[in-house]
């Protein structure tokens, strides 16, 4: 597989979150991750935000993680 440039990811959440560590190759923990929460977000509320920040932060990835 070809290394992850970087990652983009605005009101989003972790589908099947379980299999996150199987998933996620080592060199790619290395690239850029931007993830972006609404506050007020009403169709993907705010703890589904920082539960991917909490789960990338945790696994030693490269996060930058805002909330607007």
Same mark, same amino acid.
């Given at each position: ?11 989003t $959440? ?5 299999? $996150?560590e199987q998933?996620c190759q ?7 991750? $931007?993830v972006?929460h609404?506050?007020?977000? $009403?169709?993907?509320?705010l703890?589904?935000g920082e539960?991917?920040?909490?789960t990338?932060?945790?696994?030693g990835?490269?996060?930058s993680y805002?909330?607007?």
């Open positions: 597989p070809k290394k992850l440039g970087g990652l983009v990811g605005l009101s $959440f972790l589908w099947k979150p379980q299999d $996150f998933r080592s060199a790619d923990q290395q690239a850029p991750i $931007f972006a609404g506050r007020d977000d $009403f169709m993907v509320p703890k589904y539960s991917v920040a909490n990338l932060k945790t696994k990835c490269n996060l805002h909330v607007y």
